[in-house]
C-alpha cells in the first residue's frame, strides 16, 4: 500500500458499505466502482468517447486475448496497453487464468502453471504466474491480477483446497516477479515493463467453503498486496450463496485497501455487494446482454425482440437519462435489432452501461450521506430478475 | 417548385459549380451535399449522434429495405420514418427500384410495374410507379424518387431505350399520384402520408447515350418535378464515361433545381460531378469500405489489414481532424479489424464519412470563394484511388 502512484482512500462508511477513491497513475477511481470489459482493446460495440461520455473511470482488458493478440510484446514496443488503445484513464487487466478455464482448449494444470492451447489457433501456450506477471508487466495495466487456478463449480471442498492452495503458491510467485519487475527495472530482459506506477492484487479462493476463505484470506494477505480481489464466484451458484461467500471474505480483508468482486454481476447484486463491502466490480453482462438484446433496467430485464415491442413509442425504460432512452422507441430498437444492424448492439450497450454507472453514482452518493440502506431497499423492491412487460 | 416547404435556392456558382440550399421540411441541406446511406433507418455502424457530430445534414433511407422490414404501415402509424427512428433532420427516400434490380430475386418487369420476391423470405411483391409513391408518402421522407428501371450496363442503345421510355412512363404516373396524395388528402385511404412538405424528383435515365439522355431530360422536365436524379450511372462504367454524361444530363436540366447523382461515387468522382453540376450525392462507399477495413483517405484508398500497419503508430491521415485520426493509431484500428470487433467498422466509419463531409465542405467553401478549380486540381494531384503505399 506505500507505493506512491497507488493509493486507496476510505472517504466514507455507511453499515459495511465504503466510499472510496483509487488513485492511479492513470487518474482516480471513485469508488464502489464497476469497470465496463473491454477484452480486446474495445469495449464491445461503444468507442472510447461513449466510455468517457457515460462517466467510466476505468475499464477492464483481458491479458488472455491480448497476449493472443496482438501480442504483449507489440503492445509494449508501442508503449503499453494505454498508448497502443488510446485510453488515457486507469485500467484493470486480468491474468489470463479465468479465459484458460472457460475458452482455451485442452488445458493443464501444474504446479508450474496453465499450459494450454489458444482457441484461435490451437498454438500452444504455458502460462506461468511469473508470465502471467511479465505479460501484465509490458501491458502496463495501472491494476494487475496474479494467476489463480479457476475450478469448476459446484466443487468439492477438497477440489476447491487443492485449489485454493496452488492460487496460493502461484501469488506469492506472482508477487516475487512483480516486485522484481518493478523495484529492478531491467532485471528480466524480456520483459519492457510500461507502467512503473502498476499495482497488483491477490486473488481469494476456495469456492462457497467458508473455511477454505478464511485460510486464502490469511495466506493471501500474508503476501501483501496493493489490493484484494475476491475470485471463483458468479459462476452458478445461486446469489444467495454468493452473498454471504462475499460477506465472509469481505470482512477479513483488509480495510484500507480496496476489494475487488471479480465478474459479477447482476445490477442487484452490485447492491447487494457492495453493502457487504466491495468497492470494485467488472462483469460482460451489461455489454454482452445487449448484443443479445436485452435492456436492462430498473425494473428488470427487459428481452427487444418480444413482439410486444414491435410498435411501442415508449424508451426502454421512460426514467432513465442515457442518450438511447432520451431519443429512441422501443419499436425502433426492436426493428434494428431484428434486422442485424450493429447500432441495435451500440444503443442497447450505451443504455446498459448507463444503467450500471448510474446505479454505481446511486450508491457513491446514497453511502456518502448515509442512506444506503434505503437505496438497497428500494432496489430490492423495485428490479425483479424476471423479464419485465 | 412552387411548393412552400421545400425550395432550392442557388447562392452561387462558380463554373459549372453550383453553392446551394436546399429547404426541406426538416431543415436546410447546404449544397453540394453527401448523404449517408441509412438503408434500414440506421447509417450502419455509427449512431444518429456521431452523424450530426460529423455535420450530416441529410441522410438517405432505401424503400425497399423499409418496405420489406419494418413496413411502411409499421413506420406511418409510428409517424413517418422521421419519428420512427429519431432523426429530426431531412430524409430523402429512393423508391426501391435500384435494390429490386440488385437484391431481389425473380424479378420481372412489365409495364405495371417490377414483381420481384423478397431477398429476406422469398415473399412475392409487385412494385408500381404508384405504390412507390405511396410507400414513400407513408415513410414520409422529404424528397421521394419516383420508381425507375435499371439496366445492367453496358446496355445496348435499343434496350437502353425501352428501360428509358418506361421510366418516363412510370415516372409521370408516379407525379400523378404524388400530386393526388399531395393534393387530396385522404384520396387514397390505404396511406398516411406523413409529411405533407414532401417534394418528388424525377429520375433521368438514358445509360451513357448521350441522344437517350437528352430525350430522357426533355420528357421528365415536362412532366415536372421539384428537382431531378440522374439515375443508371455508377454502375461499372468508367469514370470519364460517367463524368460525360453526367455534364451532358446536368447542363440540360432547370438551374433552379436541384440536382442530384445517384449512387456516386469515389471521392474524386463527388469533386468532378461537382465540377459538372451537381448538388447532391450519396453512396455506399464511405460506410460499407468502412466496415471492409478500407479507409478513405486525401491520398488515396488504405486497407488496414496491410500487414506493414500492425506497428503502425501513426493516424490513418495525419492530416485528418476526424475523431479517429486525433486518437488511435493505425496498428489498433488494424488489431480490432483483425479480431473482428465492432468498434473497428465504428472507428473506420466516422473516419470515412468524415473525410466525404469535410471534402463536402472544402468543395462548398472552394465555390463560395470562386477557387473551385484551384481545388479540383489539388485533389487530382493528391487523391489517387490505388492503395497507398
Redesign the interface.
Known amino acids: 500500500m506505500s507505493f506512491p502512484d497507488f493509493t486507496f482512500s476510505l472517504l466514507h462508511q455507511d453499515g459495511a458499505a465504503r466510499r472510496g477513491a483509487l488513485t492511479t497513475p492513470h487518474g482516480v477511481v471513485q469508488t464502489p466502482a464497476f469497470m465496463p470489459v473491454g477484452t ?10 461513449d466510455l468517457e461520455d457515460l462517466g467510466a473511470e476505468i475499464i477492464l482488458g483481458n491479458t488472455y ?1 491480448l497476449y493472443l ?2 501480442g504483449d510484446d ?1 503492445i509494449a ?2 508503449g503499453g496497453l494505454h498508448a ?3 485510453w488515457t484513464r486507469p485500467i484493470l487487466t486480468d491474468s489470463g487464468g479465468y479465459q484458460i478455464f472457460s475458452l482455451a482448449e485442452r488445458r493443464r494444470i501444474t504446479d508450474e502453471g496453465a499450459e494450454f492451447r489458444s482457441h484461435l489457433d490451437g498454438s500452444r501456450h504455458l502460462l506461468t504466474p511469473e508470465r502471467a506477471a511479465d505479460i501484465q508487466a509490458q501491458l502496463g495495466s495501472d491494476i494487475a491480477m496474479v494467476l489463480d487456478e479457476c475450478i469448476a463449480t459446484p466443487a468439492d471442498r477438497e477440489s476447491a483446497r487443492v485449489a485454493m492452495e496452488r492460487s496460493v503458491r502461484w501469488a506469492a510467485r506472482a508477487r516475487r516477479r512483480f516486485l522484481e519487475l518493478r523495484d529492478e527495472p531491467g532485471s528480466v530482459p524480456s520483459v519492457r515493463a510500461t507502467n512503473p506506477g502498476q499495482a497488483q492484487f491477490g486473488i481469494i479462493q476456495g469456492a462457497t467453503h467458508h473455511g477454505l476463505r478464511t485460510e486464502s484470506v490469511q495466506a493471501t494477505r500474508e503476501i501483501d498486496f496493493e489490493g484484494y480481489a475476491i475470485g471463483g464466484l458468479s459462476v452458478g451458484e445461486p446469489p444467495e450463496v454468493m452473498y454471504d461467500v462475499v460477506a465472509h471474505t469481505a470482512a477479513q480483508l483488509p480495510d484500507r485497501q480496496a476489494r475487488y468482486l471479480m465478474g459479477s454481476g447482476m445490477p442487484d447484486d452490485l447492491i447487494e455487494c457492495v453493502a457487504r463491502g466491495i468497492d470494485l466490480f467488472d462483469c460482460v453482462l451489461p455489454t454482452r446482454n445487449a448484443r443479445n438484446g436485452q435492456l436492462l433496467t430498473r425494473a428488470g430485464p427487459m428481452a427487444i425482440r418480444n413482439a410486444r415491442y ?2 411501442d ?1 415508449l424508451p426502454p425504460d421512460p426514467e432513465c437519462g442515457c ?1 438511447t432512452c432520451r ?3 422501443r ?2 430498437l426492436r ?2 435489432y ?2 442485424g ?3 441495435a ?3 442497447m450497450t450505451l443504455h446498459n452501461l448507463y444503467f450500471y454507472l448510474d446505479t454505481m453514482w446511486r450508491i457513491r452518493e446514497a453511502i456518502m450521506f448515509s442512506t444506503f440502506e434505503t437505496l438497497r431497499l428500494e432496489f430490492r423492491r423495485t428490479f425483479s430478475r424476471r423479464p419485465q412487460h
Not at 40 to 49: C, E, I, N, P, Q
Open positions: 480486446r482493446g474495445a469495449v464491445k460495440a461503444v468507442t472510447h468517447r486475448h493478440k496482438p507489440l514496443r508501442a497502443f488503445i488510446g414491435a410498435e413509442p442518450v431519443r429512441f422507441s419499436a425502433y426493428h434494428l431484428m434486422v444492424e450493429m447500432t448492439a451500440t444503443l
